[in-house]
């Protein structure tokens, strides 16, 4: 019998990299590995990195020279980096860390089961080819773990939008969409398994298909995919704000299954820095899109991300992302301090804001929409929702789901319910997240 090994597989950034780590863990199941959340027992440690931020890098060091000490106690384990770090740094990661073993990038996820055993023999290698031909989508390897009723399937990786900020399109490579058979049979398979709701995942949801001859529009996959049999729930991100049609707009109105909910990134208030950003769109596109939104579907839960401190972003640009939150009314935004990047556009601009005053605008920032979020939250008090469970809740005797709009609920009720489409009423809106309880 082949003695089993243990992988600490440990995931950084954002839910592509969340998925991509479901995959690494499937394909390394098939040569024995199963994974520990304790790196002291691991043979295998792989950091799956995110490089999007510089801090985000940062910490992927810092993990690596902790590893330092154990691979000194114990020299038969094995450490891999692969990702957007991996993407990016390549050989460069073998030369600089004598204890890492292999390296792996975004589109090399399918070699990791050779890399691993030529490990094991005690060869380092670097595999950081982009494939940028139609291959690539045999290589979208399906995640074969079968836990919870809400999971997320890649549809499109990816970006060919070149923001001036961002890594993205140099560590993820050129747009390339699955085809939808396949989608469509990945997600039949998951409603056969018990899933309910789907996430459509991609850098840019919104482009699926455009750029693949024959292939079904997003519109067409997402009405598909609301057909299938057992799913109940529909979700997708992320959207870019340039690429949302009508019809997609639309589909709020005419897909019951659709979740009221949009995560649509608007990243700064301000004409120019939204130009300088090279984002494709006006603040008043922007704002025009949200508002045929909340006209086609009422109350539906607007999400968004934010960057503050891009290079010449003046006081009154900030001010106007100030406003633009105010108007939009978003029900959380995820906001970032500008990073500088290697080989973005950005990154060659002169006019850097100071770190201070960066930091006093992210402040600003968050106190104004942690006001938003919590008069948002105490909206829904007294609303029944639907929603789906999805487990037990961290403080004791509760169970927790998402109403459709995605905002988090926590009820007092049987862990039997899990899995399970409840109607709840709100009963109370907090920072964070929602109470509720069952309807009789
Ligand atoms: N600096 C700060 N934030 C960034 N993001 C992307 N690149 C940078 C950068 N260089 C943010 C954007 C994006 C999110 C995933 O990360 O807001 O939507
Ligand atoms: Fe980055 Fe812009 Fe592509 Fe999003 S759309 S991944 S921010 S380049």
Known sequence: MIKEKLLYLQTFGCQMNVSDSEKIAGLLKNIGYRPTNDSSLADLIILNTCSVRARAEEKVYNHLVQYKGLKRKRPKILIGVGGCVAQQEGERLLLNIPHLDFVFGTHNLHLLPELVLSAEKGERQAETDFIDNDSRLDLFPVDNSTN???????????????????????????????????????????????????TLLGQNVNSYGLKSDGELDFVTLLRQVSEIPGIERLRFTTSHPKDFSR??????????????????????????????????????????????????????????????????????????????????????????????????????????????????????????????????????????QEVLVEGESRRGGQIYGRISGNRIVNITADPALVGQMVRVTITRGEQNSLQGELCN
């Not at 603040?283 to 045929?292: A, C, T, V």
């Not at 579907?297 to 891009?310: A, E, K, L, N, Y």
């Open 247 to 384: 019809q997609l707009i639309d589909c709020f109105a005419e897909m019951p299954k659709l979740c009221k909910h949009v995560h649509l990134p608007a990243q700064a208030g301000s004409n120019a820095v939204l130009s300088a950003m090279n984002r494709g769109y006006s603040r008043e596109e922007y704002l025009s899109l949200i508002g045929q939104l909340k006209t086609v579907s009422p109350g539906i839960q607007i999400t968004g991300d934010i960057i503050v401190g891009f290079p010449g972003e003046t006081e009154t640009d900030f001010q106007e992302t100030l406003s633009l939150l105010e108007e939009v009314r978003y029900t959380d935004v995820f906001s970032f301090i500008y990073s500088k990047r290697p080989e973005t556009k950005a990154a060659g601009y002169t006019d850097h804001i100071s770190q201070k005053e960066k930091q006093m605008r992210l402040d600003r920032l968050l106190a104004m929409q942690r006001k938003i979020t919590l008069e948002n939250n105490r909206s829904f008090e007294g609303s029944v």
């Open 148 to 198: 919870g009723v809400s999971r997320f399937v890649t549809v499109m990786q990816g970006c060919d939008n070149f923001c001036s900020y961002c890594i993205v399109p140099y560590v993820r490579g050129r747009e390339i969409s699955r085809r939808s058979a396949d989608i469509l049979e990945e997600i039949s398979q998951l409603a056969a398994k018990g899933v309910k709701e789907v």
